[in-house]
């Protein structure tokens, strides 16, 4: 068995370098498309000023990838260094989307993106714009097999476990591709990227504005960005309410904590907007409720109970018991391999054999676990309320927020008159941070309320580690914080110097600073 | 359906073409990154050099990440073994990997030159780091590895970190350095001129002489060492576990391929050919030739490591009958499939593309150019 504090500091580790990650991540997602628009209106118009646009923020474009690519390569090996056992249990499904995605969108987003830098001049206009759409095409089909991969862990479908391999292989490749999670959680990640590359652009657009420079520039950048902007935030939120859909076939555990559903409701169940949820007592004091909104999120249906937290734990209670049958049954059949009669037994109760796995946290031999063993257990597979309840209300606090400021800019922008606004121009620089928050909380809902797994049913998150000592994992976590904080450090550093510096920074003498004309915007 | 079998043999070339791929591609880089401080006298050197990788490494590098990620999907249980086990020193090289991406896009963004030597280091160390310590993980599969399965297949390994800085690991660890050295001072002297290809030049001569000499040296130690050997009979064509099989430890078990199949000395004898004919080209000035025999050389080197330990990937040490082989490290029959189909079809058209790339940024980096594009190089 591994020490707890291994399997904590793994997904301590785990989480840090994830997170890490995904501070760069959509930044690249929304801005290369944005590139994109701003090269495509350049090749269209003939318009110098759009060029500039996409070369200057090609190059805060670039700052950020720099470090994507870096903490992104973490991300490569952390399942082979640091989740050894998880990658020889589902390699055989969960390797092949890693693999596609080395092959499919790495290789094109990065060959690509060192001819969108170095090309400009060796390069037609149209060759140039393909360039640019091959960049972004490349990094969004990253996000569709990383997400297909991430999706299989959520809702493993397309796989069965082998006794003799002693692990879960592919059964259909089209179910894991087509995985319905997979497809909302795509459309709702990258939208989350689009709209932090967005909201970027049009925050730094609007402290030109403000300082009243380079408005030429940045009055044309503030136009797409809002534009974009618009219409990735509806995509983000009617897909989130997508995810919630699957969620509620695919992992009914994760929506009853993140909406504290203590207990069954008769349909439709209503809808806690907000509440203090109490661990102890399971209860939610100060509900404010909606009546059949969950239902309907959840079921499409006005008759289909969603099942609280009180009937999920008799169901898994009752998935645990079966799972020790399947785990003793494995047992005998490893010893005697050949034994058909024993592969049957196996065979009619396997898919409960990662409940029974879910004991291994606290006995070696299952048909040992006590019933105390077992209560803890089930406690277990619900994962804790309150972190999920208010991140995810966080999340979509935040989603409201920026869909607003992206309405009224729109609306502004439409009407030409969102200079004037000093409180809209100062709300959108004050906004840069919010998507960057709502994306990682985005993700700890995810992945934190699949827990106690790593696979959702089939791997607890407990069996999957190395065998590494805790010792070994305090020197790697800290190595990893000192190198990324530092690596951060100077990627904020140069951020905010080119943030300022603007398009004076490209040298075409056209911009703030460089001559009269241009620092008055004329 | 393709056989297991044939695909399983299949996978194990396909593995040795990604280390190839990364060795032509993202290793000329990495040894023009070791080069960097070296070679580039002034500043305007350095950034010709950078320049010179400038366009390419990024895609570069993607044989190294998609060489990982295919022995996820390909090789799970190598993936799983020698991951953990090597722990400290693949976080050594994602360390001082960390430093290139940054370092190619940040060093000539801020005119200090402190923040500029310092990222050239930082390229240097993340240029040479995974160089070296790549060949010290060869140099310690081909004398097996302390490590184990348990009845689940969970894998420990009960070595020290220090323990993979052996003599032989560390004389694998100097060829590829030096390998990748001498490929990426030929590619350095491609694209430059002046006093930094003749630098390449010579640095090109001396890392080829290292190689050859230490690759030569690490034969004769190899024939003296014992190999492994499966002792149990083996069903290539079958689903099965790598603890079903017996292996024992046997001396000069790693020349048996060699003295079955004389055919396969080949292999070797292609690294020193390379080598020996990227020492022509440059004696004659043909750049373009000695690149491409350093690659040749790449090819020899890498595959004589997979051909002496065939058909053994991950020898155990201290447990032999856990070791891997190309028929139990392997993903399903399923698994391996749509692999090989995904690896057919993207392969070339990567190579295309990128040779596209290539074509579009040819000619040779220089100081003048650097100069004129000051604000847009790197």
Not at chain 1, 157 to 177: C, H, K, Q, Y
Not at chain 2, 84 to 104: D, I, K, N, Q, T
């Amino acid at each position: 068995m591994i020490e707890e504090s291994v399997v904590s500091l793994s997904r301590l580790q785990f989480a840090a370098t994830a997170f890490y990650h995904f501070l760069f991540v959509p930044l690249t997602l929304g801005m290369s498309f944005l590139l994109a628009i701003m090269e495509t209106v350049y090749v269209m118009t003939g318009k110098e000023i759009y060029r500039d646009m996409t070369k200057f923020w090609g190059k805060l474009f670039g700052i950020n990838f720099a470090l994507g690519v870096t903490t992104g390569l973490t991300m490569e090996f952390q399942f082979g260094t640091n989740w050894a056992y998880y990658s020889h249990y589902v390699g055989d499904i969960f390797g092949a989307p890693l693999a596609i995605e080395g092959l499919l969108a790495f290789f094109l987003e990065s060959t690509f993106v060192g001819l969108f830098f170095f090309g400009w001049d060796r390069l037609s206009k149209v060759g140039h714009l393909s360039v640019t759409y091959l960049v972004a095409i490349g990094s969004n089909l990253s996000a569709v097999l990383i997400l297909i991969a991430n999706a299989w862990m959520q809702n493993p479908v397309g796989a069965d476990f082998n006794p003799v391999t002693m692990r879960m292989e592919m059964t259909s490749f089209w179910d894991l591709i087509f995985n319905p999670v997979a497809q909302s959680k795509f459309v709702h990640t990258i939208s989350a990227g689009y709209v932090t590359g967005s909201a970027f652009v049009l925050g730094v657009s609007a402290w030109y504005l403000l300082k009243g420079r380079d408005i030429e520039f940045a009055r044309r950048s503030f136009r797409i960005a809002a534009s974009f902007g618009l219409a990735s935030a509806l995509s983000v939120i009617v897909l989130g309410d997508e995810s919630g859909y699957h969620a509620a076939e695919t992992q009914e555990t994760k929506l009853a904590a993140m909406e504290a559903m203590w207990k069954t409701e008769p349909a439709p169940a209503s809808l806690t907007v907000f509440g203090i949820p109490d661990e102890k007592n399971r209860t939610t004091h100060a509900e404010i409720k909606i009546p059949y909104v969950m239902g309907l999120i959840g079921t499409r249906s006005t008759d289909k109970v969603i099942p609280g937290i009180d009937d999920l734990e008799k169901k898994i209670a009752g998935r645990i018991d079966k799972g020790i049958t399947a785990v003793k049954a494995l047992e005998a059949l490893r010893r005697d391999p050949k034994n058909a009669a024993l592969l049957a037994d196996f065979t009619a109760v396997k898919a409960d054999l990662g409940y029974g796995l879910l004991l291994k946290k606290y006995v070696a031999d299952v048909s040992q676990a006590t019933p105390e063993m077992k209560a803890r257990a089930v406690d277990d597979a619900i994962p804790a309320v309150a972190p999920l309840f208010w991140s995810f209300r966080a999340m979509v606090g935040l989603s409201l927020c920026f869909l607003s400021l992206f309405v009224l800019s729109f609306w502004f922008a439409a009407r030409n008159t969102f200079i004037e606004k000093k409180w809209l121009l100062k709300w959108a620089v004050w906004g840069i941070p919010l998507p960057w928050i709502a994306c990682e909380l985005g993700w700890f809902v995810a992945e934190y309320g699949r827990q106690p797994w790593t696979i959702h049913g089939v791997l607890p998150t407990h069996l999957s580690t190395s065998a590494l000592s805790a010792g070994s994992l305090l020197l790697s976590l800290s190595g990893f914080l000192v190198f990324y904080t530092l690596l951060l450090i100077a990627e904020l550093y140069l951020m905010f110097k080119y943030a300022r510096l603007g398009p004076a920074s490209l040298g075409s003498g056209r911009y703030h600073l460089e001559n009269a004309t241009a620092a008055k915007g004329v | 359906m393709i056989d297991y079998e044939v695909l399983k043999l299949i996978w194990w070339l396909l593995v040795g073409v990604l280390l190839l791929g990364f060795a032509i591609m993202d290793g000329h880089d990495m040894g023009v990154g070791t080069l960097l401080p070296f070679v580039g006298k002034s500043d305007d050197e350095r950034r010709v050099i950078l320049n010179s990788v400038g366009p390419h490494w990024e895609g570069n590098q993607v044989w190294f990440i998609t060489a990982g990620g295919a022995i996820f999907a390909a090789w799970p249980l190598v993936y799983a073994a020698a991951f953990s086990g090597f722990y400290f020193a693949m976080l050594a090289v994602l360390w001082a990997l960390f430093f290139r991406p940054v370092g190619f896009d940040y060093r000539s963004k801020v005119a200090d030159p402190r923040w500029r030597s310092f990222w050239d280091w930082g390229i240097f160390a993340g240029s040479a780091v995974p160089a070296l310590v790549f060949g010290v993980a060869f140099g310690n599969v081909i004398q097996g590895v302390p490590f184990h399965f348990s009845e689940i297949m969970m894998p420990y390994y009960t070595g020290s970190f220090w323990a993979l800085f052996n003599p032989f690991a560390l004389l694998c660890g100097g060829v590829s350095l030096t390998m990748l050295v001498a490929h990426g001072a030929n590619y350095l002297a491609i694209r430059t001129e002046g006093p930094i290809q003749q630098r390449a030049r010579k640095a090109s001569v001396i890392f080829t002489v290292l190689m050859l000499a230490g690759f030569a040296l690490g034969g004769v130690m190899v024939a003296g060492m014992p190999g492994y050997v499966i002792t149990s009979v083996v069903d290539p064509a079958a689903a099965q576990s790598p603890l079903a099989k017996t292996v024992i430890q046997q001396s000069g078990a790693w020349l048996a391929n060699y003295q079955a199949y004389p055919l396969t000395l080949a292999v070797p004898l292609l690294g020193f050919a390379g080598g020996l004919l990227s020492l022509l080209c440059i004696a004659g000035r043909r750049d373009g030739l000695a690149f491409i025999s350093t690659a040749i050389a790449e090819l020899g080197i890498i595959f004589t490591a997979g051909v002496s330990i065939f058909p053994f990937v991950l020898p155990s040490s201290s447990q032999p009958g856990s070791s891997l082989t190309v028929w139990d490290c392997v993903s399903s029959q399923r698994t391996l499939g749509i692999m090989f189909w995904v690896a057919l079809i993207m392969t070339p058209i990567i190579i295309v593309y990128t040779s596209w790339a290539y074509r579009v940024m040819r000619g040779k980096v220089t100081v003048e150019h650097i100069r004129a594009t000051d604000r847009a190089s790197y």
